[in-house]
C-alpha cells in the first residue's frame, strides 16, 4: 500500500506487459513498474499511477517501448530518432533502412507475442505512431496486429533536399507505388481492395509494366538502393506469378500486358524472370483451365 505522493526509486525493471485496469470511470493501461519505498521495501507498481521526478513528455512511451521492445532497441529507437538529417544519399539511404529495420524488427516483436486474455483486441497500439517519426499508425479492421506504414512524403522530402538523382528516383518509385497519399499499405497501385480481407491483382491495367520501368529507371541512376530496388521488383512479379492471385482485369486484357511486359526488354528482368513469365503467359491463355480467376471486375 502507498500513500498519494510518496517518493519512490524505480529500480530499472518493467513489465513485459500491459494490463488494463479501471479506475475513476476510465480505462487506464500500462506496464508495471518494479520500485523501491523509502521504507527499503519493494515491489510492483502500475504504471499509469506514477509520475517521474524529472518532467519528460516522453516518459509513458519510454516505458512502453521497454515494456514490449526491451532496452537495447528502446535505446537503438531513440539513437535513430535524435540522429541529426542526412548530410550525403549514402547517409540518407543508411537511415532508411535503419527506419524500416526498426518498424520490421518491432512488427515482428508484437506478432509473436503471447497475451494475456484480457489484452487480445482491447490494448490500444496508438502509442506507436510515436515510436517511430514520419510512419502512420494503422489497426486493420477486423485484425488484432498493429502497423506501422511508411510515409513517402517526408522520405522524397529529404531526397529533395539533398538533390541526388539516385535518392530522387528511387523515392518516386514509392511514390507511384502508392499514389493516393504516398504512404505505404497493403494496396499498392498494381492491386485493387476487393473487400477488407482481399485484393485483386490489376495486371491488365497496365500498372505492372509501369512499376517495372520506374524501378529500371531507378536502378539507371545507381546502385545505392540496389536491394530495395531488387525487393520492390520481387513484389511486382510475385503478385503476377503467385497461384494464389486473383485478377481484376479481362484475361485479354491480361494476356496484352504479360506481351507488353515480355516485349520491354528491361534489363532488371533477368532470365529467371522472363522463363518465368512465359510459362505463366501460357497458363493465362486458358485461366479456367489452370485454375486461375479472372476478370472479378465484372463479377466472375
Not at 139 to 155: E, N, V
Not at 159 to 180: I, N, S
Amino acid at each position: 500500500m502507498l500513500k498519494a505522493g510518496e517518493k519512490l526509486s524505480d529500480l530499472h525493471e518493467i513489465s513485459r506487459f500491459e494490463s488494463i485496469v479501471s479506475f475513476n470511470d476510465r480505462e487506464r493501461q500500462a506496464p508495471w513498474i518494479k520500485v523501491k519505498t523509502s521504507a527499503g521495501e519493494t515491489g510492483w507498481v502500475f504504471g499509469d499511477a506514477l509520475e517521474p521526478a524529472a518532467t519528460r513528455a516522453d516518459w509513458k512511451l519510454q516505458l512502453r517501448m521497454r515494456c514490449y521492445f526491451g532496452d537495447a532497441l528502446n535505446t537503438r529507437r531513440n539513437d535513430f530518432v535524435i540522429a541529426r538529417g542526412p548530410a550525403t544519399p549514402e547517409a540518407l539511404a543508411e537511415q532508411y533502412r535503419e527506419a524500416i529495420a526498426l518498424r520490421d524488427t518491432f512488427a515482428v516483436l508484437l506478432a509473436n507475442r503471447a497475451e494475456t486474455s484480457e489484452s487480445g483486441s482491447r490494448l490500444d497500439f496508438s502509442w506507436l505512431a510515436a515510436a517511430l517519426p514520419h510512419f502512420v499508425y494503422q489497426r486493420i479492421s477486423g485484425g488484432t496486429q498493429p502497423h506501422l506504414f511508411a510515409d513517402y512524403r517526408y522520405w522524397n522530402t529529404l531526397a529533395a533536399g539533398l538533390d541526388d538523382k539516385q535518392c530522387r528516383t528511387f523515392f518516386e518509385v514509392y511514390l507511384f507505388a502508392f499514389p493516393v497519399d504516398s504512404i505505404e499499405s497493403f494496396s499498392p497501385s498494381w492491386t485493387f481492395p476487393v473487400s477488407e480481407n482481399e485484393i485483386a491483382s490489376q495486371l491488365g491495367s497496365g500498372q505492372h509494366l509501369a512499376m517495372l520501368e520506374a524501378i529500371q529507371k531507378a536502378k539507371n541512376t545507381g546502385p545505392l538502393f540496389a536491394p530495395e530496388l531488387q525487393q520492390m521488383k520481387e513484389r511486382v512479379l510475385d503478385d503476377i506469378l503467385d497461384k494464389k492471385t486473383v485478377f481484376w482485369q479481362s484475361r485479354e486484357k491480361i494476356l496484352q500486358e504479360m506481351d507488353a511486359i515480355l516485349a520491354s526488354g528491361l534489363p532488371c528482368l533477368g532470365d529467371q524472370d522472363m522463363t518465368a513469365l512465359k510459362a505463366r503467359r501460357g497458363m493465362f491463355a486458358d485461366p479456367a483451365g489452370n485454375g486461375i480467376r479472372v476478370n472479378l471486375r465484372s463479377g466472375e
